[in-house]
């Protein structure tokens, strides 16, 4: 790996740990853990603020992307979460519930923005044999940010407020350093016109074949089978992972154990997913999306003892594995169906369906009793697996493809 590729992998790699915090600060202020107990009203806006926030975030600087350039997105986006940031550890530290909620939508909207243009790096700048190894290893420190945020929440009485500060100012310090160094894609600088730069970038990434060339065969089984796909992880996973334990188990400390498992389940999933998704998209797509189905069947027919934590937590490890391999589909599927003139746009578009429907599954989940909760869940890794079948049986081979379709 050269230094022009250590500065993309580094710079869109701490982008996706620090969104694992900022992700998991939510719900961990829902639990009580950054401003205390909050009532019911509250708990709901505290977990609906990120995602609203991203959903905007991911769709306008997934637009931006594409007219300016993934790298100057990049620039634009760290000093609003770093903005969000520190309005979110001034009000932990004065216990401004309305602060919190302030930074987390400030905060999440830099970050939510930073996934298309990290996405579209990542398919443009490496090559086509690695791309997916790219595509599932980098994302996968998203779970290993919320890890890390909830584990040091278990082992230590540091203030949680000092933890988020030591933790996001490290890496904005990293990333700030990496993408002092970060090269624009040669694939939108050769979009742009600018073909003496592109091929300048293209030679210090190393890349010396651009992929298989294929007939881009139309959008219509492409975005219906994503779509339905990442509505079913996205909100199996946030259900599952960041919403079921402040409204099923209203404890700090359950909902900090909950995060922590169920993320170092998908960091693990992360890590074999990035190597069977080698072998092709269609086949292990649809595996993915089986095996989570199955996982979920089991934890719902045990339903009677999930409040013992002994019995719930091994059985969402082993769920988050499974959501893993379906969120590496996702980011590896979704860069690879659109070119990159629309690339940006298309990965924020393909993510407002999935923000949107998580935005309202957690209004109306928090009325519901763990049997409403989990046979929802169950229904939505259904949804997931016929879009897995569809993409199975109507879409087509992405491996190894140009994804510029020429």
Known sequence: MNRDIQAIIISTSSSFFLWGIITAIGPLAASGSVVGS???????????????????????????????????????TMPAYSAGLVLIVASALLGSLYGTIAGLAVAEFGIGGEEPPSLSLLTENTPPSDRERYLTLVPNFNNMGSALIAGLLLISHINFAYIILASAASLIAVMAYSRLRLLESYRWLRQAGDERSADDVKARVGVTSEGRAVAHPGYFIGITALTTMGVS????????????????????????QIIFMATVGASIGGFMAARLIVRGRRSYTLYSYLGGFLTMIAIFFLVSSLGRLLVF??????????????WA????????????RIRGLGIGFIRVFPYAAYILSIYLTSSYDIYDFLLLNLALWSLGLGGALLWYLGGYETRGIDPDYP
Do not use: H
């Open 38 to 76: 909050v009532a019911g009203w509250a708990k709901v806006v505290l977990l609906i603020t990120g995602p609203t926030s991203m959903l905007f975030g991911s769709l306008i600087m997934g637009y931006l992307a594409d007219r300016v350039g993934r790298r100057r997105v990049f620039l634009w």
């Open 329 to 340: 589909s996702r980011t590896t599927l979704e860069p690879e169906l659109f070119p990159t």
């Open 313 to 326: 937590l091994p059985l969402l490890f082993f769920n988050m594995v499974m959501s893993e391999f379906c």
């Open 233 to 256: 992880q996205f909100l199996t996973f946030g259900l599952m992972a960041y919403i079921i334990g402040p409204y099923e188990f209203a404890s700090p400390t359950f909902d900090a």
